[in-house]
């Protein structure tokens, strides 16, 4: 232990290594027990899912999400305020699929995330790292006919956090998607290829099955890049069967 209680790097990679390895299945979503994790132990549910008589009742009761607001510039990031926002500005666009590969088209895609310095436009977000005036990191957009969506934003800062000596995030970016029913949300989270901060990550680790732990990254693609504009990065999401995109375990704990 060190940081009074706080547990070391070392520590947390062992315990990493140590629940990889204990893996014996193909585990497709993040372990909501993660001990690396350490907010995990403590926010996951410990008794069984409590059965709902009536599902409908839920769809009555729940907010209602539609899509009738999306305006076409929401899905620019960096067209939000009057002028530009600093930082490395790229294109994220991909396909959103059911499990047999089927388009899943209509769907509302939101993305919330850091600025270029690793800090989010939040109260709660102490970190000291700039604001930025023109970039406040939300955009939404709904997938076209092929399930395709598309963002144009600013790539994210990695940012420290304190779950354990020395923790940072790796560069991320927030997706939440919308079936045809409230209770059908997907949370999950875009990672960027070659980050050097995956192996010390709890968040990410938490998806102990390397295969989906790799469905989580994007896949930088020059055909995507526009002269003088932006980078392109790939990234598909599958909403459910033995390919699924994960889940956010930031969420599901």
């Not at 947390?12 to 193909?26: D, L, Q, R």
């Not at 907010?63 to 009738?68: A, D, H, Q, S, Y």
């Not at 089927?102 to 970190?127: F, I, K, M, S, T």
């Not at 997907?186 to 390397?210: E, K, N, R, S, W």
Request: with cysteine; proline share 11%; aromatic share 8%.
């Amino acid at each position: 232990m060190a940081g009074g209680g706080i547990p070391s790097q070392e520590r947390i990679t062992a315990e990493i290594a140590a629940a990889h390895g204990s893996a014996v299945k193909p585990e497709h979503h993040p372990r909501r027990d993660f001990a690396p994790y350490r907010s995990s132990v403590l926010r996951h549910p410990h008794q069984a899912l409590v059965p709902v008589g009536d599902p409908d009742a839920a769809e009555r009761t729940v907010p209602v999400l539609g899509t009738r607001e999306v305006r076409a510039g929401d899905a620019d990031l960096t067209r939000q305020h009057p002028g530009e926002p600093l930082g490395e500005r790229i294109t994220v666009t991909g396909r959103v699929l059911d499990r047999a590969g089927r388009p899943v088209r209509g769907q509302l895609v939101e993305v919330w995330q850091a600025n270029a310095a690793g800090r989010y436009a939040h109260e709660r977000d102490r970190h000291p790292a700039p604001l930025d005036p023109n970039f406040t990191g939300a955009g939404r957009c709904r997938t076209d006919d092929e399930g395709r969506y598309a963002f144009t934003t600013i790539r994210p800062g990695a940012y420290p956090w304190r779950n354990h000596v020395n923790a940072w995030r790796p560069a991320h970016i927030h997706f939440s998607l919308f079936g045809t029913a409230f209770a059908q949300r997907l949370v999950t989270q875009m990672y960027f290829p070659g980050d050097p901060l995956f192996p010390y990550d709890p968040i990410l680790q938490a998806v102990v099955d390397p295969a989906a732990r790799a469905r989580l990254v994007a896949a930088y693609d020059h055909a995507l890049s526009r002269p003088e504009w932006s980078l392109g990065y790939r990234w598909d999401i599958v909403l459910d069967g033995p390919a699924a995109t994960p889940p956010d375990p930031e969420e599901t704990s």
